[in-house]
T-cell receptor, first 112, second 113 residues
């Protein structure tokens, strides 16, 4: 069965470290997205990609970067982790807006 | 500036009764709306959608109503069941422009047995 997986599920890191969160989908979807979920803010868009070599900034992109070298993966990198980046991160993919997005199970990141 | 607003952080409903979750939007370019359901420690899952050419879409116990003039949509769940207890997110996009979904802050629904 096709799926979208995120790893790790939980991570604790120190302020200033570089961290990469993985997202891998086997749906063969062109579109991939990263959101963060925080209390009081809902889901906010960080970065997104509509295909290989395409990346775009979202609402809260500062301090984050992504790269898209193949269809299946969109890793999210925190260049220098900050406590404000403690959050739950969700990756999603889609082929068409018509059917919405398929989300991964999330990565809970704690920056200490 | 919040483009999609869910003004009720939480809602409690008795089992068997109707649950009504509300959502307002400010961007008049939005023409496609979706509801997602999220359980703890899981990713959101797609529930139901509606395009701006309709004012109602029904799927089993779930119905979404769209009032374009008021920029308001609502999700009705009838009858409510304990398994419906979750956080519900409203989302919007410009379908024709294929812009990413913009989400509201979510409403936590508790269905009491």
């Amino acid at each position: 069965d096709a799926e979208i997986t995120q790893s790790p599920r939980h991570k604790i890191t120190e302020t200033g470290r570089q961290v990469t969160l993985a997202c891998h989908q086997t749906w063969n979807h062109n579109n991939m997205f990263w959101y963060r979920q925080d209390l009081g803010h809902g889901l906010r868009l960080i970065h997104y990609s509509y295909g290989v070599q395409d990346t775009n900034k979202g609402e809260v992109s500062d301090g984050y970067s992504v790269s898209r070298s193949n269809t299946e993966d969109l890793p999210l990198t925190l260049e220098s982790a900050a406590s404000s980046q403690t959050s739950v991160y969700f990756c999603a993919s889609s082929d068409s807006q018509l059917y919405g997005y398929t989300f991964g199970s999330g990565t809970r990141l704690t920056v200490v | 500036d919040q483009q999609v607003k869910q003004n009720s952080p939480s809602l409690s409903v008795q089992e068997g009764r109707i649950s009504i979750l509300n959502c307002d939007y400010t961007n008049s370019m939005f023409d496609y709306f979706l509801w997602y359901k999220k359980y703890p420690a899981e990713g959101p899952t797609f529930l139901i959608s509606i395009s701006s050419i309709k004012d109602k879409n029904e799927d089993g116990r779930f119905t979404v109503f769209l009032n374009k003039s008021a920029k308001h949509l609502s999700l009705h769940i009838v009858p409510s069941q304990p398994g419906d207890s979750a956080v519900y997110f409203c989302a919007a996009s410009t379908y024709s422009g294929n812009t990413p979904l913009v989400f509201g802050k979510g409403t936590r629904l508790s269905v009491i047995a």
